[in-house]
């Protein structure tokens, strides 16, 4: 077992010696193969799309079936394991931010996308069935493939990956309850900050001081949207960590409680206790 759950970036992934990619756009199938451990996190956007085999995918603990056609969305940060049939096929579109936002004046655009960071803090797939829109997303992922081959500009291949986004948003909103406006997009970058820096254990003030708001300000947009306290969202992902940290590394408790910045071990385990109802070593054993 490793010392830490490794974290990914796109060279990693990439069939290229060019370390400054920040895209990659695949087939996915049984002969894809990197030497990456599993589960792991990456440092940046993927979107999978499947159209063919069976299997299981487990995104921070949730576990998802696959049912193709269907497209799996998976932000900075997650840990994720796939368990998959050796008929697997699909596609795939690894990317960073600054990829896709390098022209934009909204730099929030994937914030606003309701598969990214979702407000449940959950990643269901978009299970596409027998929608015309499967065949029209397929053919979009079959062109970023064809136009990385023959190495097109980066701008042709970023409204690719545009199209693809904006088209799954469009099939996702008929089925989940459209989110908007600022009080959405303000969670959002909450949620953002919290990944980024929850190893840190910041306080709600700290996160409100981040986001130029009063912590009663923050906690009450949070609440109205999640249903969750903007304390309850940083306790929910310190656990989450706590829990891979000690299923999928071999890091003591004292360890785990230093890398994520609880003043001692004693206080982490009550901590984790009163979150879970049992010790870090009881969780470790069952």
Do not use: W
Not at 35 to 44: I, L, N
Not at 113 to 140: K, M
Request: aromatic residues 12%; glycine residues 4%; negative net charge.
């Amino acid at each position: 077992m490793a010392n830490n759950i490794p974290t990914y970036s796109l060279s990693s992934f990439s069939n290229t010696t060019d370390s400054t990619k920040q895209y990659q756009a695949e087939i996915f199938d049984a002969n894809r193969h990197f030497a990456v451990t599993y589960p792991h996190r990456h440092d940046f956007y993927e979107v999978l799309f499947i159209k063919q085999g069976s299997g299981v995918h487990i995104i921070d603990g949730n576990s998802y079936k696959i049912e193709p056609p269907c497209v799996f969305f998976m932000s900075p940060g997650q840990t994720h394991k796939l368990e998959l049939s050796q008929d697997i096929e699909g596609f795939i579109f690894l990317f960073a931010a600054d990829f896709y936002l390098v022209h934009r004046s909204n730099q929030n655009r994937l914030l606003e996308f309701p598969f990214f960071f979702t407000l449940h803090q959950d990643n269901p797939p978009l299970y596409l069935g027998n929608l015309p829109q499967a065949a029209f997303i397929e053919s979009l992922f079959k062109q970023a493939v064809n136009e990385g081959a023959s190495h097109s500009s980066e701008e042709l291949q970023r409204s690719i990956l545009d199209t693809i986004l904006v088209s799954c948003a469009n099939v996702y909103s008929q089925h989940q309850p459209r989110l908007a406006g600022k009080g959405h997009l303000l969670v959002k970058r909450f949620l953002l900050l919290v990944e980024e820096n929850y190893i840190k254990n910041l306080s709600v003030s700290d996160y409100a001081n981040l986001l130029a708001l009063t912590p009663n300000h923050l906690t009450q947009v949070v609440r109205e949207l999640t249903g969750k306290t903007s304390n309850e969202i940083i306790q929910a992902k310190q656990i989450l960590e706590a829990k891979r940290l000690l299923l999928h590394t071999n890091l003591s408790v004292t360890q785990i409680a230093e890398q994520m910045s609880f003043i001692d071990q004693s206080y982490f385990a009550r901590f984790f206790k009163k979150e879970t109802g049992q010790t870090p070593v009881e969780f470790r054993r069952t």
